[in-house]
């Protein structure tokens, strides 16, 4: 998957395109080559039109801003077409979404790790990760993300009672996926920045439900 990032990632540099931002999501328009490669690594969601030679891509807002900023080769354009700074486009993911450096660390964490990451809505979860292509396997893990720290104004909703875990350990395991949950720590940096994320930690945790019947024979029990 790494080496298919990197020829989108030298396609765009080379090509220029830009991405028009619409509220938290990014447009894209791309041709045959470039629709390819969007669908080869996964980034975006092709929405349908009447155009045959060119194809329109949607961009979540955590792709939007790793294809700009990590990757750095896609310039993204306000609605007057003027072009933004890391800092602005940073700066306007977060006043749609308050929880966007949280899920933009974890997306480029797992990114990192040449994991696709997909949205897990249909979950329950924040994101889903797949191995490999998700045309040829199903996704892994079902991630959810949680804020860890000092920071007392903004508390974790989910995930705070054990029926809560077991809730989400039971959805898991029904579509054969596993929970991973993704511990975010801003260690105090400030969030307006768009250069906070690399203070960010990110501490992975895997859950999974324990039957007390598959482990019987591995204890043993000392009768007086």
Not at 68 to 85: D, E, F, T
Not at 142 to 150: C, F, K, R, S, W
Request: overall charge negative.
């Amino acid at each position: 998957m790494s080496e298919i990032v990197k020829q989108l990632q030298s396609t765009l540099t080379h090509s220029r395109e830009t991405a028009m931002l619409s509220g938290y999501v990014a447009l894209i328009k791309a041709n045959r080559e470039l629709a390819v490669l969007l669908e080869r690594t996964c980034f975006g969601r092709q929405i349908t039109t009447s155009e045959k030679d060119e194809q329109w891509f949607q961009l979540s807002s955590e792709e939007t801003f790793y294809m700009h900023h990590a990757l750095q080769s896609l310039v993204v354009v306000n609605h007057n077409g003027i072009p933004l700074s890391s800092s602005d486009l940073w700066n306007h993911l977060k006043t749609f979404k308050a929880t966007f450096p949280e899920l933009y660390i974890s997306y480029a964490h797992l990114r990192g790790k040449n994991w696709v990451v997909r949205a897990g809505a249909q979950y329950c979860a924040d994101f889903v990760a797949y191995r490999h292509h998700p045309s040829l396997v199903h996704s892994d893990y079902a991630v959810i993300i949680l804020q860890e720290g000092d920071d007392n104004m903004r508390q974790n909703e989910r995930l705070t009672a054990w029926s809560d875990v077991h809730c989400s350990i039971r959805v898991c395991g029904s579509v054969a996926k596993t929970l991973l949950v993704l511990f975010v720590n801003q260690n105090g940096s400030d969030a307006t920045l768009h250069s906070c994320f690399e203070q960010f930690s990110v501490h992975e945790r895997v859950i999974t439900r324990w039957v007390a019947e598959q482990c019987r024979e591995e204890y043993c029990f000392e009768h007086d």
